[in-house]
């Protein structure tokens, strides 16, 4: 996977990186990072991750959340949001079936990843990533 990508549109890795067989393969951690603004801030802040595959960790102006894990991955942020510019980190970590997969085609030496027992290489790779939509729910009470 590229070190460094600027995405327009959330999609799953396998999709994002048709052009690169080992990006759309990756298995692991991405950080997916960006800034927004809200005015006039009242009642509950809820961010919403929309669909994620498999794990995130969310990071709102320095304050780290607890792990989701499963479905909704959704936290209540009211503690962290602020008026005005906020920063928000988001790490999405996947399960390694998809880099098994993919090891599959290699010959043996080049692989990295051992395991007793490997998905066939002809299975179809599992969505990976965050999907979204990510939305952010201002709740006046």
């Known amino acids: 996977m590229p070190t460094n990508t600027t995405v327009q549109t959330l ?5 994002m ?3 690169s067989p080992s ?9 997916y ?10 009642g509950r802040v809820v961010l919403d991750l929309g669909r994620v595959e498999s794990i995130a960790r969310v990071e709102l102006n320095g304050k780290t959340f607890h792990d989701l894990w499963a ?19 988001i790490e999405v970590t996947d399960t390694w079936y ?7 085609w290699l010959p043996e030496a080049k692989r990295r990843t051992w395991t007793f027992r490997r998905p066939s290489e002809r299975r ?3 969505d ?14």
């Open 71 to 89: 479905p909704p991955y959704r936290l209540d942020v009211t503690h962290a949001v602020r008026e005005g510019r906020n920063a928000l980190k």
């Open 23 to 31: 990006a759309r393969a990756f298995s692991g951690t991405a950080t």
């Open 124 to 126: 179809p790779l599992h």
């Open 128 to 141: 990976s990533g965050l999907i979204g939509p990510v939305e952010i729910a201002l709740l006046c009470e």
């Open 11 to 15: 999609a799953p890795w396998r999709e």
């Open 33 to 42: 990072t960006t800034e927004f603004d809200l005015e006039d801030v009242r």
């Open 17 to 19: 990186f048709r052009e």
């Open 98 to 104: 998809n880099r098994l997969v993919y090891e599959g």
